[in-house]
């Protein structure tokens, strides 16, 4: 069936006579440069701030205040800034009050501490390490007299901060609590210090055990036979007992020198030096294992 043309229809409009559409454009008011926040895409990056540098300065270079007496005050003011370059200031400054004018510095040598505490615990290597330069210069000053005139809380957290810096894998970092280390155990007695010690030998931390370890070594190598048997023969042998068999070679050869230590002690002070008497004691004063671990240490050397 033929289909008959349809003569209403619309006519039919070339593309090139039709008219073209203009698109939409949505036109964004222009932010001013205050409104523009800081995480504006379209805005660049501003600058990062860089860290002013901080210079360490050797004991030898700090020198003494030529009015320590009017400089004192805006020390505490310097250690309380939450500048950190201006606590770095501070610090080196509590660092000549130490080295040349103690006595000022001796009434507020806890808040000192504490601020070194602080200043240890923070990420800035620079404060960190100049926190540490601090803790050395204190030790040297005042030497036991820090078990005396500041709160053993400010003395055992010093302690515990600087066996864990001196355990970091940041090495400048690690030698210079090494040396801070170093300062305390040459400073302050034997017999106080290793009551500090002591209880760091059994320290979840395996770093931190040897550390402790060859601070204690050092501590009893340079003690008397007398000391050694104050402190307590079995006692010692006892801490070296556990730390013979540490994963760590610094804290097992730490455990040997403590050893011979005791050992050397024992033949001067009972003016024996068989290896039976040695014997002797050790197994009378230890259990078993222990007692072998003893014998074998002095039997090798």
């Not at 700090?62 to 309380?80: A, R, T, W, Y």
């Not at 370059?85 to 004018?101: E, I, M, P, T």
Request: hydrophobic content about 40%.
């Amino acid at each position: 069936m033929a289909l008959r043309p349809i003569d209403n229809a619309l006519p039919i409009i070339p593309d090139s006579l039709r008219p073209k559409k203009q698109a939409k454009v949505s036109i964004q008011p222009q932010k001013k440069a205050s409104e523009i926040s800081v995480n504006d895409e379209n805005k660049a990056p501003l600058p990062q701030p860089i860290d002013a540098s901080v210079d360490y300065v050797a004991s030898e270079d700090l020198k003494p205040f030529q009015d320590p007496e009017s400089n004192i005050q805006s020390l505490v003011e310097g250690l309380d800034s939450k500048d950190w370059v201006k606590v770095c200031q501070s610090l080196n400054d509590a660092r000549r009050f130490s080295l040349y004018h103690p006595g000022l510095l001796l009434p507020v040598l806890e808040k000192v501490m504490l601020v070194v505490v602080k200043s240890m615990k923070n990420p800035r290597s620079a404060l960190c390490k100049t926190s540490i330069m601090a803790a050395s210069d204190i030790f040297n000053a005042y030497g036991e007299k820090l078990l005396d005139s500041t709160d053993s809380t400010a003395f055992d957290q010093l302690l515990l901060q600087l066996l864990l810096k001196a355990s970091q894998d940041k090495k400048f970092v690690c030698e210079e609590a090494d040396k801070s280390l170093t300062a305390m155990v040459n400073s302050i007695a034997a017999l106080p210090l290793l009551q500090k010690l002591r209880r760091f030998v059994n320290h979840g931390n395996l770093r931190v055990r040897a550390k402790a370890a060859v601070s204690i070594s050092n501590s009893v190598y340079k003690m008397g036979s007398e000391e050694i048997k104050e402190f307590g023969s079995v006692t010692l042998l006892q801490m070296a007992s556990d730390l013979l068999n540490d994963r760590l070679p610094e804290a097992r050869e730490a455990a040997r020198s403590i050893v011979l230590s005791v050992y050397e002690a024992f033949t001067e002070s009972e003016k024996l030096d068989t290896e039976e008497d040695w014997q002797s004691f050790c197994q009378s004063n230890l259990s078993t294992i222990q007692a072998q671990s003893m014998i074998k240490v002095v039997s090798s050397q």
